[in-house]
């Protein structure tokens, strides 16, 4: 147990790393965000990102992961996570979000965002709206040392207030040398995460899925990935990955050009 723990507590030299890989994957975000338009298809965007990702000399986490075709999640409408980029074209009015994982000198960098496409109707912002300010919100609870309940504890009345619902099935992640590792990162209180701290050097994602309607979810059996609202309403969700320090936590995929605490979608 404590021997699992430790290993997750990265020294000076690993936290620059981190910092690295953040800063690369949040860079491939600024790059991709002005191509996310009407008559883009989500292949096209994947395309783009593989690419961006190849000449960089980095290499995109998803793809082939656990057999996953794409160098990148593109989640449309009432999809809530692991949307695989194809033909879609996305359209005025939709919601979509891409999430990019990057693996740069062996370390992760894991964000998404939702975008609007031009403009969308209310319940579809506002989901949007809620997701991101979810995260924040949540990211900001933290302490070092705190639990990880703190970010269920945070994200549930405030999605509830606004009249949504929070996505169970999928949850945050530590993550490092590996895409998905301990502690799991749940944006619902459990009984695991009362008892799981974020103590400083370990890094993480705070990456909730807010639904318009149900919060239950389907997973499409023909493809093997695409989640989706079980009502069919619309999902949002943005993603971070944040390291705990001993002065609190820090946003180690910050955008240059991308929405910040605070926006107003
Ligand atoms: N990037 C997703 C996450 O945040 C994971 C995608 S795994 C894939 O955890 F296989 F669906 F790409
Ligand atoms: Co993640
Ligand atoms: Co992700």
Not at 115 to 121: A, N, Q
Not at 142 to 170: D, N, Q
Not at 192 to 218: H, K, W
Request: with cysteine.
């Amino acid at each position: 147990m404590l021997q699992k723990q430790r290993k997750l507590i990265l020294n000076d030299q690993q936290r620059d790393a981190m910092r690295r890989a953040g800063r690369v994957n949040a860079s491939l975000m600024d790059y991709i965000r002005p191509h996310i338009t009407a008559g883009i298809t989500t292949g096209r965007i994947d395309e783009m990102i593989a690419q961006w990702t190849l000449d960089n000399g980095h290499t995109a986490a998803t793809l082939g992961y656990q057999n996953f075709p794409k160098s990148c999640c593109t989640s449309v409408n009432e999809v809530i996570c692991h949307g695989i980029p194809g033909d879609e074209e996305l359209k005025e009015g939709d919601i979509v979000n891409i999430d990019v994982t990057t693996i740069v000198d062996g370390w992760h960098g894991d964000q998404s965002e939702t975008f609007l496409i031009g403009e969308v109707s209310e319940e579809r912002k506002a989901v949007t709206q809620c997701a991101f300010d979810c995260m924040h919100l949540a990211i900001d609870a933290l302490t070092p040392g705190c639990t990880v309940s703190k970010i269920g504890e945070t994200i549930v009345p405030e999605a509830h207030r606004r009249g949504f619902s929070v996505v169970r099935e999928y949850v945050g992640h530590g993550l490092g040398k590996q895409f998905h590792l301990d502690p799991s990162i749940p944006h619902f209180p459990n009984r695991q995460s009362r008892i799981d701290r974020l103590f400083p050097g370990m890094c993480f994602t705070v990456e909730p899925m807010i639904n318009a309607g149900t919060r239950y979810a389907r997973c499409d059996k023909a493809d093997g990935w695409t989640v989706r609202t079980k009502d069919g309403r619309p999902s949002a969700q943005f993603e971070h990955t944040v390291m705990m320090t001993e002065d609190g936590p820090e946003i180690l995929t910050q955008c240059n050009d991308g929405p910040r605490k605070g926006h107003q979608f």
